[in-house]
């Protein structure tokens, strides 16, 4: 679902870049590109101190440019810093982030060893962030932004604001070279003032096409790269009109431009053209940058005029191509996220200006997942582009399909009722129905959830909308998948929806707070000759904001749901461990319980692997369960899991095994130590035949693997008996122990400690 605050964040970055690109425009100086940058800066990155490090002329040095301040401290530093060119040799920062591709953060300067402690100690660096300017292959420098002195202090950039930086970045390198381009068109201008035979020297040698004409317009002079892009010689252009020779249009009405010469002579003054379309002679045509000014003699009269421009054509390609990136989805060439904001953000004000009416809807496939578990990536890649041909096909141009991420998808059905948007919507899910995905002789079907929206007069806003289709999918997939699901304010179940939304930022609180418990219950080995020590499952509780014990079924599914099952399955293990080591020699062993989204996430597998290898206890008392459910969802991963852990020592034990439809097939590619049966069948097992089998098949198909078992819910005596009797190893429930806190269990021997029943 969409967090309406982040949403707002990056339209208002998004605004602040668009801004400064219009800045940038009009920058013809360096002072001009950090005057641009300055308040996106400052106002969007939060950092106040603003330089460019740039490559110059003189090899082995960089020039620093630092924007000004009103502070007069780093006034003055400014004006040192603006004169001196600054060695590279010797200077590990320096050398490092003239070759680095990608955003290099120094994160206390003063400790970082990279940097040069005399210049440090002598201008106060605190945080320095530097950001590579590139385009198209060339390296022109960086942008540095940071803190600076002890009231700043160290403050490192987060994820959203380094890409912001690298946006900012592009943008910047652009004008920059635009801005060194009118730096080689005044040293050509300066020239003009220069004996002839100099000039032209100069003028053969830059790689910018120059001509110049005399003060009726015909042309004087030609350079090698005016000959190039004009198709034109020296000695073919030589004494006519330069119109005749130079054609241009506008960019884009793409008809012809006014007198560029007469212009400039009649003005007085240099003009600017940003972009305008040059005549090949021969070979199409190039779009450039042109400038035009007027020569003047020594006592200051108009003698003609000296064209300066260069081809910008590819520049002006690469940055359509990246507009286009901006908006589009690379893999299926759907709009993007952003498009389709843009989308509803178009239809919003059409139905709060002119009344119109259209509906959003949410689309999430149903068992993508499968595809990409089952054939890898490749095969979900091209999954993905198939299904988004297919949505698209009998939608009418002035609907909007957009894949948002992963196998979500938006659509805007414009101008629709909702009778209208829900028979789309169902020829759609038919579509999907009647087609099979086949990848190298496999075949799979896959289906699609829709939540709809009505977009009218009466929609509060962009992001609402997003929330109310978002939640609409979440209980169409609940439902059963393949269903269609309409958003009323009145909805029972959306108001469920949010009921489990509102949990979200009490567990965060939890998590911050260190509001987490941990409880634990007793596994008594039946086996009267089983090696005594403490045995139990570690359970979690969780502390209100007022002191009071919370159930995990009342958090529980908002944490699975919005993923927040890693973060606390760390808190979990850090904590449990934490115990643990001072108590393990009274310890045969606990059990830690994992989530599938653990299982699935590589950085919790570091992780934990990171966490046993610098705790000083042996890694066989611990067992960590896995569910079935989760295990055969995330077979691979899955697996994985289970192989490296078992290899560290721990044991893996499969909770609720017998749960599944096929626990004995899968059980074969799970090399667990432990079955735990599921206690739906050990609850019954005294009265139910079929209960019976079902807990004596899974003892004996366990012990023919060598795992052990352990039956759950074992809450009488008599469950207890026929447990016994059955050769199950282990016994939890009521009739064995309580879940209690952790600081009471090695209090009560009786419930806890293994022995004899």
Aim: glycine residues 8%; negative net charge; proline residues 4%.
């Amino acid at each position: 679902m969409t967090d309406l605050p982040i949403v707002q964040d990056a339209q208002r970055q998004t605004k602040a870049l668009l801004q400064l690109c219009k800045r940038l425009e009009h920058a013809w100086t360096l002072a001009d590109i950090l005057g641009a940058m300055a308040p996106v800066v400052e106002q969007e990155l939060g950092y106040a101190h603003l330089w460019l490090a740039l490559i110059g002329d003189r090899p082995g040095y960089v020039t620093i440019l630092r924007q000004e301040t009103s502070d007069a401290h780093y006034r003055n530093l400014h004006a040192v810093a603006e004169t001196l060119d600054i060695p590279i040799a010797g200077d590990r920062m320096l050398e490092e982030i003239l070759v680095a591709d990608h955003v290099v953060v120094v994160e206390d300067a003063r400790t970082d060893p990279r940097t040069n402690k005399e210049v440090v100690a002598q201008l106060h660096n605190r945080t320095i962030i530097n950001v590579p300017l590139l385009l198209a292959g060339a390296r022109l420098g960086v942008v540095g932004m940071g803190t600076f002195g002890d009231a700043e202090g160290v403050r490192p950039p987060q994820p959203w604001q380094l890409d912001v930086m690298q946006a900012l970045a592009g943008h910047v390198a652009v004008a920059l070279d635009r801005v060194r381009f009118l730096e080689t068109q005044k040293r050509a201008e300066d020239a003009l003032h220069q004996e002839k035979e100099r000039l032209q020297v100069t003028l053969h040698a830059i790689s910018d096409a120059v001509i110049s004409t005399n003060a009726q317009g015909l042309v004087l002079y030609l350079n090698p790269a005016a000959e190039q892009l004009s198709g034109w010689t020296q000695a073919q252009a030589q004494g006519l009109p330069y119109q005749q020779v130079f054609r241009w249009q506008g960019p884009a009405e793409h008809r012809p431009v006014a007198d560029l010469v007469a212009q400039a002579l009649a003005e007085v003054r240099t003009l600017r053209y940003p972009q305008l379309t040059l005549e090949h002679r021969v070979a199409g045509s190039f779009l450039v940058e042109a400038a035009v000014s007027p020569i003047r003699d020594v006592a200051g009269a108009v003698q003609g005029a000296v064209l300066v421009f260069r081809d910008v054509t590819e520049q002006r390609r690469l940055s359509q191509e990246m507009a286009y990136q901006a908006m589009h989805d690379e893999l299926t060439g759907l709009g993007n996220r952003r498009a389709f904001e843009a989308a509803l953000n178009q239809c919003f004000a059409q139905a709060r200006d002119q009344g119109h009416s259209h509906v959003v809807c949410y689309l999430d496939l149903d068992d993508f997942k499968v595809v990409n578990d089952t054939c890898g990536h490749a095969a979900g890649d091209e999954l993905l582009r198939q299904i988004a041909r297919l949505l698209g096909q009998g939608l009418r141009p002035q609907d909007h399909l957009c894949r948002l991420g992963g196998d979500e998808f938006g659509m805007v059905l414009s101008g629709q009722r909702l009778s209208q948007a829900l028979a789309v919507a169902e020829r759609l899910q038919q579509r999907l129905a009647a087609e099979r995905f086949v990848w190298q002789g496999q075949s799979f079907g896959v289906g699609v959830s829709i939540g709809m929206v009505m977009l009218d007069a009466r929609s509060e806003s962009v992001g609402a909308l997003l929330q109310a289709a978002d939640s609409a999918c979440y209980v169409a997939k609940d439902a059963g998948r393949g269903r269609i699901h309409v958003y009323t304010n009145d909805d029972p179940a959306l108001a469920q929806r949010y009921g489990v939304m509102e949990w979200v930022s009490r567990i965060e609180n939890a998590l911050r707070e260190d509001r987490f418990v941990l409880y634990a219950q007793p596994i008594v080995p039946i086996d009267q000759t089983a090696e005594r020590g403490l045995y139990c499952e570690f359970l979690l509780r969780m502390r209100d904001g007022q002191g009071g014990l919370v159930l995990p079924g009342q958090f529980m599914p908002a944490v699975e749901r919005y993923h927040l099952a890693a973060r606390v399955d760390r808190w979990v293990l850090s904590h449990a461990l934490a115990w643990m080591v001072p108590h393990q020699d009274q310890i045969g062993q606990c059990s830690i319980n994992l989530s599938g989204q653990s299982l699935g996430d590589p950085m919790f597998m570091t992780y934990v692997l990171d966490t046993l290898a610098a705790t000083p206890m042996p890694c066989h008392k611990l067992c960590f369960e896995i569910t079935e459910t989760a295990a055969i969802s995330n077979l691979h991963t899955a697996k994985h899991f289970i192989d490296t852990l078992r290899q560290m020592g721990c044991q893996l034990s499969l909770d609720d095994f017998g749960s599944g439809l096929s626990s004995f097939a899968y059980l074969r590619n799970l090399a667990v130590d432990v079955l735990k049966i599921d206690g739906q069948f050990v609850r019954d097992v005294v009265a139910d035949p079929v209960s019976l089998a079902m807990v004596k098949s899974i003892h004996e198909i366990g012990c023919l693997m060598g795992k052990e078992t352990v039956a759950e819910f074992a809450e009488t005596p008599a469950i207890l008996d026929v447990l016994r009797g059955l050769g199950v190893h282990y016994a939890q429930g009521y009739a064995v122990g309580y879940p209690m806190p952790l600081e009471q269990l090695l209090q009560s021997p009786a419930q806890a400690m293994a022995g004899p029943l």
